[in-house]
C-alpha cells in the first residue's frame, strides 16, 4: 500500500532506496549477525551439557547484541527515509519505513521455521515490529521529538531483551532437567 501511495505522489527516490535497501538487507543483515552466531555457539554448547549460568550468560551477550543491532538499524532506516519526509507524505513515508525497517526481519525470521528453533527469531521480530508501529504513532499522533521517540524505541527493545531472558531461562531449566 505504501509503494502505491507513494508512486501517486511522485516519491521515487524514496521508492528506490527501499527498493534498494531491501535487496541489500539479506547480505547486510548476515554479514551483520555472525559476531551474534560466534557469541551464540558457546550457548548452544552450554546449553546441551547443563550448564545454566553459562548458557544464560551467552544468550544474554547474543541477545543484547541482537537488539541493539536491531535498534542501530531502526535508527539508520528512520534517518534515511527522514530526509525526504514532509509533512505532506508524512503518512505513505512511515508506511514506507515500516515496511523497508522490518520486511527484511520478517523475511529471514520466516526462513528458520515453524518449529520451536524459529520462535526466538518471530519472538524479536515482533518486538521490532511493535518498537516501529509505536514510533510512527507517536510520531503521527505525539508529535514527538528524536530523542523522545529513540527513548520509546529503546524501551520497546528493553522490554524485548528481558523477555527472550526469560524464554531462554524457561529453556534453560527444561535443558537441566533433561540431563
Known sequence: MAIVWLCIIGEWSAIGVGVGIGLGA?????????????????????????IRVGFMICVGLSAAYLY?????WACAIFYVFGQYMT????????????????????????????GEEGLPSRISTFFLQAAFA????M???AN???????GIFIGVMV?????????????ARGAVADV
Open 26 to 50: 539479506n547480505f547486510l543483515l548476515a554479514f551483520a549477525l555472525l559476531p551474534q552466531s560466534l557469541i551464540a555457539a558457546p550457548a548452544i554448547w552450554f546449553g546441551s551439557r547443563g
Open 68 to 72: 541493539a543491532l536491531m535498534t542501530v
Open 87 to 114: 509533512v505532506s507524505d508524512e503518512i505513505p513515508m512511515l508506511l514506507w519505513v515500516y515496511a523497508v525497517g522490518t520486511g527484511p526481519w520478517s523475511v529471514a525470521a520466516s526462513k528458520e521455521g515453524p
Open 134 to 137: 509505536i514510533t510512527i504513532a
Open 139 to 141: 510520531v503521527l499522533f
Open 144 to 150: 514527538a521529538g528524536p530523542s523522545a521517540l529513540l
Open 159 to 171: 522490554v524485548a531483551y528481558l523477555f527472550h531472558l526469560l524464554f531462554a531461562g524457561v529453556i
